[in-house]
């Protein structure tokens, strides 16, 4: 036995070294892979340090005065040149709210992305008046952190105009942010924390990329997991576009919670005498059968290759809310279907906009402010 009992803790010192050299050999690996994609995952350590931060009341938010070579933020955090507060006198000022197709995800010249060229057609329209267009589009944002976004600090840059950019995701965004929303008394929104900042557990491993990138995996598997179990498609990806899809089902009630906090928004920008204006654009499998094309996009989100869906059910249902709410509507999508070549209006291996489509949509919401006649009218 005495001749046994050094084999065995040596048997055990070899395991738990082995382990050790392990580790430390694939955190070399993910070290030399962040430096190499200059820090794409030392954010997961310091993630309030990144592009995006967490936030207390809207969930996720932007960093103000974040630069890179892409894309630079202003002093609210958002995609759009400097802001002046007071608005300067004469000043007719628009305000986008919108997800990443509102931010402009993937296009790099800021020029390009709608906002900026729907504040360049507008100012053409309108040679006399002094137009300025804000972006506040923050990616994966709904109406609800929307709401929260303008009820917050937007709020102080005393718009004239508002315009929401719907999107078909913005139901999936809704239910899963949704699940960490406090109200008041009468059903009021009134925060959405980010759930990682209310955790009160201090671990005791060291936090080595290798152990955050593994936890992160880990807590995406348990949120699809129990998304399956409640029967509830409020994170995983070929759950996203569901209600929008030809065969998919229609999520009546879902769809009308996404939609709900378009009415606080209204009742804010009401008192304040604001004008406000529900705007959708369709996403590429709602336009082309090659839009798009390749992958990961499609096969990702359930969609299928060489498919088009032409299923207007979701924009409808936005007509009819907008209807019963007294909202403004307008709807890209039969501008986006009737472009010559409407496959090039996205990016091929990502569903956002091309500077193209950017264009399109652009001239859809110029027309629809000019059609309104709220700047002649401020």
Not at 154 to 168: A, G, I, R, T
Not at 311 to 336: M, Q, Y
């Amino acid at each position: 036995m005495s001749d046994e009992r050094p084999s065995a803790l040596l048997r055990v010192f070899f395991v738990i070294a082995l382990v050790f050299t392990a580790i430390g050999i694939l955190e070399s690996a993910l070290i030399l892979y962040d430096v190499a994609t200059h820090g794409s995952l030392a954010s997961l350590r310091a993630p309030d340090l990144s592009f995006g931060i967490r936030s207390w009341r809207i969930h996720h938010e932007m960093r103000p005065g974040y630069q890179s070579a892409v894309v630079k933020t202003n002093s609210f955090g958002l995609r759009s040149p400097e802001v002046s507060v007071p608005k300067p006198e004469g000043t007719f000022r628009i305000l986008l709210l919108g997800d990443s197709f509102t931010f402009g995800m993937r296009v790099a010249d800021d020029d390009l992305i709608f906002a900026r060229r729907l504040e360049a057609q507008l100012r053409k329209q309108y040679p006399s008046k002094r137009i300025e267009v804000v972006n506040g589009g923050v990616l994966s944002y709904c109406p609800l952190l929307e709401y929260l976004e303008y009820r917050h600090y937007l709020h102080s840059l005393e718009p004239d105009l508002v315009v929401v950019n719907f999107d078909m995701s913005d139901v999936q965004d809704n239910l899963a942010y949704s699940r960490d929303l406090v109200r008041d008394a009468d059903g009021t929104p009134l925060f959405v924390t980010e759930p990682s900042l209310r955790s009160t557990t201090i671990s005791a491993m060291p936090r080595l990329l290798l152990f955050e990138w593994i936890g992160r995996r880990i807590r995406g598997a348990s949120g699809r997991i129990q998304s399956t179990l409640e029967g509830n498609p409020f994170v995983r990806d070929k759950d996203r576009y569901l209600w929008a899809l030809d065969n998919g089902p229609s999520m009546d009630r879902e769809a009308a919670d996404a939609m709900a906090p378009i009415v606080d928004l209204r009742k804010l920008l009401d008192r304040d005498r604001i004008a406000l204006l529900l705007a959708v654009y369709p996403q590429p499998w709602q336009v082309s059968a090659k839009a798009t094309a390749q992958p990961p996009i499609r096969e990702q989100y359930g969609i299928g290759y060489g498919t088009v869906h032409l299923n207007d059910r979701p924009f409808k249902k936005l007509g009819a809310f907008a209807d019963e709410n007294h909202i403004p509507f307008v709807n890209a999508t039969s501008a986006f279907r009737g472009d010559p070549q409407p496959e090039t209006l996205y990016f091929d291996n990502d569903f956002h906009f091309t500077p193209r489509g950017h264009e399109v949509y652009a001239s859809v919401l110029s027309g629809a402010v000019a059609h309104s006649a709220i700047v002649e009218r401020r």
